[in-house]
Antibody, heavy 119, light 108 residues
């Protein structure tokens, strides 16, 4: 079965950096786009970024463009999100998700990892 | 950016009743690239509907989606106790992908 397991969240000071990871299993990772979505405490869902199968294409929400970098390692079945210049408003649970793009959108989500940005 | 507006914000219903949730887009959603997700407290969202009307794998047939263009609906024909949750619509046809703000279906 499809499994996505995020890690790397934690408490970081404003201006700091954090790298999230997502370990995928149960499907052919290299066949799928992957996305990151976040949810601030008590708030709704916000799409953050996606990456194509071979890393050729990436896309970011304006709120994180220039600060966050998505990447993947198909040999390790892993997705990453490098987050720099973190702000208090980046505090959220970050989910990785399998993305079928126009063939059906996001279909599986991980359980999420909490990122807290506070001094 | 396509803005999705969900209504109502909260729906108070009893088990066995019908739930009708609305999602309106500020621009036409291309090729009905619209999905519905269910989220329960402390859990990740779960895909219910994609392509505006296609049920995801394992989703009971009491869930149905309809609509096109700028108006979409999620209907739960008879609410079961496990259906009380928050529901989000999302468009994935244009960038940036956007979500609605959610509709909470609560027990009356």
């Amino acid at each position: 079965q499809v499994q996505l397991v995020e890690s790397g969240g934690g408490l970081v000071k404003p201006g700091g950096s954090l790298r999230l990871s997502c370990a995928a299993s149960g499907f052919t990772f290299s066949d799928y786009y992957m996305s990151w979505i976040r949810q601030a405490p008590g708030k709704g869902l916000e799409w953050v970024s996606y990456i194509s199968t071979s890393s050729t294409y990436t896309n970011y929400a304006d709120s994180v463009k220039g600060r966050f970098t998505i990447s993947r390692d198909n040999a390790k079945n892993s997705l990453y999100l490098q987050m720099n210049s973190l702000r208090a408003e980046d505090t959220a649970v970050f989910y990785c998700a399998r993305d079928r793009m126009v063939r059906g959108g996001i279909d599986y989500w991980g359980q999420g990892t909490l990122v807290s940005v506070s001094s | 950016e396509i803005v999705l507006t969900q209504s109502p914000g909260t729906l108070s219903l009893s088990p066995g009743e019908r739930a009708t949730l609305s999602c309106r887009a500020s621009q036409s959603v291309s090729s009905s690239h619209l999905a519905w997700f269910q989220q329960k407290p402390g859990q990740a969202p779960r895909l219910l509907i994609y392509g505006a009307s296609s049920r995801a794998t394992g989703i009971p047939d009491r869930f149905s989606g309809s609509g096109s263009g700028t108006a979409f609906t999620l209907t739960i024909s008879r609410l079961e106790p496990e259906d009380f949750a928050v529901y989000y619509c999302q468009q994935y046809g244009s960038s940036p992908r956007t979500f609605g703000q959610g509709t909470k279906v609560e027990i009356k």
